[in-house]
């Protein structure tokens, strides 16, 4: 049981059922996915079902009223193989109809899907960091995947198939009321109990299907977890525990989807019921009718045909209705997230960055993640255009804060964040954060070739470029020793390469980016000796003429900075050149001190 409730920490809150009535607007928002191709493909779609209806409608008039009233029952055989080719041609016309129907249905479906899914990834990579703190990457794919192609019924048939419904409906009561209007009535007077059932359902369908979403979510954010995470499951041997954690949260998912299937499945029996009473009654009271000679046989087998025909799409109408609210529950959560504006926006009267000279400054800044603590108290600090600094400190004392406020990955609650003299939510955000570029620790490796993933930060560049970034950061040697050099091919996160060869590539890919400022976080922490030597010769091209923000924890590396600033619990402590605080004797002095004594104590 503990096992349980600290393994739940892992997982994520932010999903839940949204409390909303049916909202028609929203589905008309939806839909107004469909308006690029109103003009073109819906026509025809339209039209084509139309004809598709017309068809149906008129076919049992032929068979029932005009074969048995004017051709079988007069004996008149001409008139009947005349009437049979009539309703074989119309047949044949409702087959054409239908496959273009179905053709330029399926088309604008997809295009839809397409457009939908493109506008929401497009929209999630504007958001701000944090927006993804708050949110598992499952929980956003199961947005991007699954909430949109749970649409794809209600766009490819869903529409199309109400339209033909409500005028095949409407078309039948209005001939049943012409043919009999008392024989209509008794017929179809279960209809208002049936509405006030599917009523009743609505809701409860509606969250059921809310809950499916929410099952998915949390399903395939475990998912992605484990598989991120297996080397350390793995590692503590708790394969067997996340086994279970999987199954029960498998079986949630299970239990959601038969719920959610059982209360769709309720509809269809109401209405095979109400068909089965509807054919009762015409067969009683139609026989009397024909006895006393009120309706003819024909009209009674019209009748028949129609009311068969009647039920049909009352059935596929609540099919449809499911449709629409599987849709209003993906559609929910799809617009939660379009809706959601980022936390650093940029103005609409951002100015261009202009020539960069790397100044930055931070006046009275306070910074804070949540209420609950704050990361960064009063920060007043300068970094001159070409210096390189180093921030210092432990765990938590801000320094990670203070350059994600330099890229404005966030924004400061309190204070300013300026370069070279123009606040940083004056500015373009591309233009900014194109001149700052990041070497991290834990260094994110795409799927692709190794000449991509150096070339990512300016895609415009040439082989020739990307082989001397390549060169001058060290890592030249150790491409052209794979196979296919730099075509090799690397997966997701790059571990078919060390972690010393993946840090040299996102050297050599800031390098490229040529970026004005550049923050390495922890850059050398996870490179061995003589790796961090290549690097350190690299880095001479790479920091000259830019201003260099550098975290690191083996203070051996920052000794050459122009500026030390230690950090604690978000303050300022001291700052200075490397001699400076070490004859200042104060924290920094007290943490080389540590440091070196930790080294000789492993020696």
Same mark, same amino acid.
């Given at each position: ?92 016309? *409702? #087959?054409?109809?239908?496959?273009? /129907?179905?053709?330029? @249905? %399926? ?5 839809? $899907?397409?457009? =939908? !899914? ?89 969250? *059921? #299907?809310?809950?499916?979403?929410? /099952?998915?979510?949390? @399903? %395939? ?5 484990? $598989?991120?995470? =297996? !080397? ?372």
């Amino acid at each position: 049981m503990e096992q349980t409730t600290k393994r739940s920490r892992f997982h994520y809150t932010t999903e839940q059922i949204i409390e909303k009535p049916f909202n028609w607007k929203q589905m008309v928002r939806l839909f107004s996915y469909m308006k690029p191709y109103a003009r073109t493909l819906l026509p025809k779609t339209i039209i084509a079902m139309l004809i598709v209806t017309a068809v149906r409608i008129t076919v049992p008039i032929f068979i029932g009223v005009l074969a048995i009233d004017y051709a079988i029952v007069p004996g008149d055989l001409n008139l009947l193989y005349m009437f049979a080719a009539m309703v074989l041609a119309m047949y044949l016309l *409702s #087959w054409i109809a239908n496959v273009f /129907r179905i053709r330029w @249905m %399926n088309e604008i479906g997809q295009h839809m $899907i397409f457009d =939908i !899914r493109t506008a929401l990834f497009n929209h999630i990579q504007r958001l701000s960091h944090r927006f993804f703190d708050q949110r598992s990457g499952g929980s956003i794919l199961v947005r991007v995947i699954n909430d949109v192609n749970s649409m794809q019924d209600l766009f490819t048939n869903g529409v199309v198939n109400l339209l033909m419904d409500i005028v095949m409906l409407l078309g039948i009561v209005v001939i049943l009321f012409t043919l009999s209007p008392e024989l209509a009535i008794l017929v179809l007077f279960v209809l208002p109990i049936m509405f006030f059932i599917s009523t009743k359902l609505r809701r409860k369908i509606r969250r *059921s #299907w809310q809950s499916v979403r929410i /099952r998915q979510s949390k @399903m %395939n954010s475990h998912l992605n977890e484990s $598989i991120q995470g =297996i !080397r350390v499951t793995q590692a503590y041997a708790q394969e067997e525990e996340n086994r279970k954690f999987f199954h029960d949260v498998n079986t949630d998912n299970y239990e959601s989807w038969k719920h959610a299937t059982r209360m769709n499945a309720i509809f269809r029996p109401f209405v095979e019921m109400a068909s089965a009473i509807g054919a009762v009654v015409l067969i009683w009271y139609g026989a009397n009718l024909i006895e006393s000679q009120a309706i003819s046989i024909g009209i009674f087998v019209s009748f028949a045909f129609y009311l068969g025909m009647f039920w049909e799409p009352i059935s596929r109408l609540g099919q449809v209705y499911n449709q629409l609210l599987v849709g209003m529950a993906s559609s929910e959560r799809i617009f939660e997230f379009l809706d959601e504006k980022p936390s650093v926006p940029e103005k609409a009267d951002a100015k261009p960055l202009g020539e960069v000279k790397g100044e930055m400054r931070f006046e009275g800044v306070e910074f804070a993640y949540d209420e609950s603590r704050k990361a960064l108290q009063d920060i007043n600090l300068t970094f001159e255009g070409g210096e390189t600094i180093a921030l210092v400190g432990h765990t938590g004392s801000g320094k990670s804060t203070i350059v994600n406020l330099m890229s404005r990955f966030y924004d400061p609650t309190k204070g300013r964040v300026l370069l070279d003299g123009r606040d940083l939510r004056d500015l373009r955000l591309n233009e900014l954060r194109s001149n700052v570029s990041y070497v991290l620790q834990d260094t994110f490796i795409f799927a692709g070739t190794i000449m991509d993933n150096i070339r990512f930060g300016r895609p415009d560049a040439t082989d020739e470029e990307v082989m001397d970034a390549a060169r001058a950061i060290g890592a030249h040697e150790f491409i052209e020793k794979l196979e296919k050099g730099y075509d090799t091919e690397v997966e997701e996160k790059g571990n078919v390469l060390s972690v010393g060869e993946r840090q040299l590539l996102s050297f050599a890919r800031a390098l490229l980016a040529n970026p004005r400022i550049l923050i390495l976080d922890e850059a050398t922490a996870s490179i061995d000796t003589e790796t961090e030597l290549k690097i350190q010769q690299g880095l001479k091209k790479l920091l000259a003429g830019r201003t260099a923000v550098m975290i690191a924890h083996r203070l051996s590396t920052i000794r050459d900075a122009d500026k030390i600033i230690v950090l604690e619990h978000g303050h300022v402590l001291e700052e200075g050149t490397h001699d400076q605080l070490m004859t200042a004797e104060g924290a920094y002095y007290e943490l080389v001190k540590s440091q070196y004594a930790a080294i000789m104590e492993n020696e």
